[in-house]
Structure formats: structure tokens, C-alpha cells
């Protein structure tokens, strides 16, 4: 896996963080919607910060509404089909629930949490966009996701008891089962490469977008792992019975993200 995917690394890394568009151009600060400001002001941290923005900038700023509740369980929350993003009042800037406090103010796990939510939000908005327009071809990243569903998520191996990864069982997941599977797998993996962005550029003082030690650093752990396969995903069952016993089933590693999946998100989405 790690072979082919440092083929497009440097390329895909020396996309993170591009040139930041600016929707709404003309508009002032004060006149644009809550929501394309959050918007701006999200992409424009991000550059900054040198965390992926491509994906963030093929949707639309108005597509996610953004509210701030007092959340228990997560950070934050997508809600599919209200293209609705719920984030918890802490991360709101000084706490007043009104806007999202500076990326750089955020601790790396909840930068983690929130590109977890953003990336649900644009596969969203890839789904909508093509339930609203069937006759025009997919988008390539969501064409490859519905081949992937079938084949990589059809038939998967989990881990009924989570601390034991080496006891493993076969479930044939439902379509709806397969998707929650893909989705949160990719979001693992942009989450992944999210923190470890963050974590190398604090320590080493240098992006991993330039070659050397920081970036030899970031396949290592690449490496490290696939080979101990942490990029697996989740789902939440469909059967009422099931769910009443346990709330996720996560994917065991030998159902890992692939290769091939790998090298399409990074060219594609990262």
C-alpha cells in the first residue's frame, strides 16, 4: 500500500493547504451569511495552518448550516440529509455558541473531530448534488465510492469484542450498513492525516509538504499504520436487535482501508 501511495504523497501533500478562493468575492465581512463566513474563515485557518482545504473548497458555503449545542458524546455532529454540522458550545469562540473559535486555539484532537464532520459533509454534498442532477455523470470520487461499497464493504470482517482484534466474524452488511462503513473509513483516514500534520509541524518546526525529515517521518508512521491496520472504519447496525446490544461494529483489519482507496483520496480529496 505504502509503495504506490508515495508515488502521489508529495504531490498530494504539496496540494494540502492551497490557494484559499474566496466565495462571495465583492462582498464584504459584514454583509455575507453566518454560514459563508464560518466558511471563509475556516478555509482561510486551514491554509494557514497547512491542513488540507480541497475537498473543503468544492462545497458550496451555504450547503452546511453550523450550530453550537452542549454536547456530551462528541465534539461534533453531521447530520446527513439537513446538511446540519452541530458542534459542541466549547468549541464556539469564548463560548457564546456565535462562531468557531481559531483553528489554531483548537487542541489537534478536536481539529481531528471537526475535519471527521467536515469530510461527512462533503460526501454529502457529492450525494446531493447527484440526487439532484442524475443525468450527469458522478463525481469521480463518489463513483469510486459506490464501486467501493460493493466491493470492499459488502462482505467485511469485524471485532465483536473491540480489545480483542484478533477474534474476528463475517457480516454481509446492507447498503446502508456498507455506506456508514466506507464513510467513516475515509474519514479515518483524513483525520489521520490531519493529525499527524499537525503533530509533525509543531515538533519539527517544518511542513511535511516539503521533502525531509518531517515527511520521511509521516510515511514512516504511514507505514506503521497500515501494517498495524488503524485505518478501519465503523458502522452502526441495521437491526434493531443487534443495536440494542452494541451501539458500533468496527471493522477488523484485514477490512482496513486499501490500497487503491488510499492513493484515490489523496489525489482526489486531500
Known sequence: ?????????????????????????????????????????????????????????????????????????????????????????????????????????????????????????YIDYLVTTAEASPEVALDPVLAFARVQQGCHYGAVLITPVVQRKSETEERFLTERESWEALNETWAVFVVWIVWNQLELTSSAGRSIQKSGKSQDEWLRRLRSADREGTLRGYYEPEDPGERAVVRKRYL????????????????NVI
Not at 468549541?91 to 473531530?113: K, Q, V
Request: charge should be neutral; charged fraction near 20%; include cysteine.
Open 1 to 121: 500500500m505504502v509503495r504506490a501511495l508515495c508515488r502521489v504523497v508529495a504531490m498530494g501533500l504539496l496540494m494540502m493547504g492551497g490557494l484559499l478562493l474566496a466565495p462571495n468575492a465583492g462582498m464584504s465581512e459584514e454583509r455575507l451569511p453566518s454560514a459563508d463566513r464560518m466558511w471563509r474563515q475556516l478555509l482561510g485557518e486551514a491554509h494557514v495552518l497547512g491542513l488540507p482545504t480541497k475537498f473543503l473548497k468544492a462545497v458550496p458555503p451555504s450547503f452546511v448550516q453550523f450550530a453550537f449545542d452542549d454536547l456530551h458524546s462528541y465534539a461534533a455532529e453531521y447530520h446527513l440529509g439537513e446538511h446540519r454540522m452541530v458542534l459542541n458550545r466549547a468549541l464556539s469562540f469564548n463560548g457564546a455558541g456565535a462562531t468557531l473559535r481559531p483553528l489554531g486555539r483548537l487542541t489537534h484532537a478536536e481539529i481531528g473531530t471537526l475535519y471527521h464532520e467536515l469530510f461527512h459533509a
Open 252 to 267: 477488523a483489519a484485514a477490512s482496513r482501508l486499501s490500497e487503491q482507496e488510499a492513493v484515490v483520496l489523496m489525489e
